[in-house]
T-cell receptor
Framework: GAGVSQSPRYKVAKRGQDVALRCDPI?????LFWYQQALGQGPEFLTY????????KSGLPSDRFFAERPEGSVSTLKIQRTQQEDSAVYLC???????????FGQGTRLTVV | QKEVEQNSGPLSVPEGAIASLNCTYS??????FFWYRQYSGKSPELIMS????GDKEDGRFTAQLNKASQYVSLLIRDSQPSDSATYLC????????????FGKGTKLSVKP
């Protein structure tokens, strides 16, 4: 596709509900990143994939957060038993890899009520 | 802990002035540096990348990198109200891992 596509754009979840956020990167991009952005803050790194391999998941805040990219293209970020503090914009970015620039999707705004 | 520090602002400049945005980083091994612009409610948009010491100019934007001082800056000449946004500094600290670390951003306001 022309850009990074994320869905849904907005998600309201009741506390305790599981959610799944999808990212479709730019075609051919090797690297895929997930970031969490709280209101008024810069993006905070969650996890990074190179193709299908999850090379770094050090930013995932708890074991309720899980990400996968099984075929090295589309990625899903899953949050189990959502809590209010999970409310944020979740940004996905992709790049050609190495030290090239990353391009962001529009994000998914998650609100946990 | 690898960190990227920015002055959160807000930085207010009059229209037509030069806006200067600064960023420092802690990982001396970092090799690539990026400035992103983020309008309220939108996703970050890449505006400049810089990889070697010195200045890099693109239109009204100039990025400056000093690896010895671990400092990167962004100058915006002839600032316009449409430049009002939050500017995020990002540093690639991962080498082959390609992990971008972001600063918290500087909010710029350009007054007509």
């Amino acid at each position: 596709g022309a850009g990074v596509s994320q869905s849904p754009r907005y998600k309201v979840a009741k506390r305790g509900q599981d959610v799944a956020l999808r990212c479709d990167p730019i075609s051919g991009h090797v690297s895929l990143f997930w970031y969490q952005q709280a209101l008024g803050q810069g993006p905070e790194f969650l996890t990074y994939f190179q193709n299908e391999a999850q090379l770094d998941k050090s930013g995932l805040p708890s074991d309720r957060f899980f990400a996968e990219r099984p075929e090295g293209s589309v990625s899903t970020l899953k949050i189990q038993r959502t809590q209010q503090e999970d409310s944020a914009v979740y940004l996905c970015a992709s790049s050609w890899g190495g030290e090239t620039e990353a391009f962001f999707g529009q994000g998914t705004r998650l609100t946990v009520v | 802990q690898k960190e990227v520090e920015q002055n959160s602002g807000p930085l207010s400049v009059p229209e037509g002035a030069i806006a200067s945005l600064n960023c420092t980083y802690s990982d001396r091994g970092s090799q690539s540096f990026f400035w992103y612009r983020q309008y309220s409610g939108k996703s970050p948009e890449l505006i400049m990348s810089i990889y070697s010491n010195g200045d890099k100019e693109d239109g009204r934007f100039t990025a400056q990198l000093n690896k010895a001082s671990q400092y990167v800056s962004l100058l915006i000449r002839d600032s316009q109200p449409s430049d009002s946004a939050t500017y995020l500094c990002a540093v690639n600290v991962g080498g082959s891992q390609g992990n971008l670390i972001f600063g918290k951003g500087t909010k710029l306001s350009v007054k007509p």
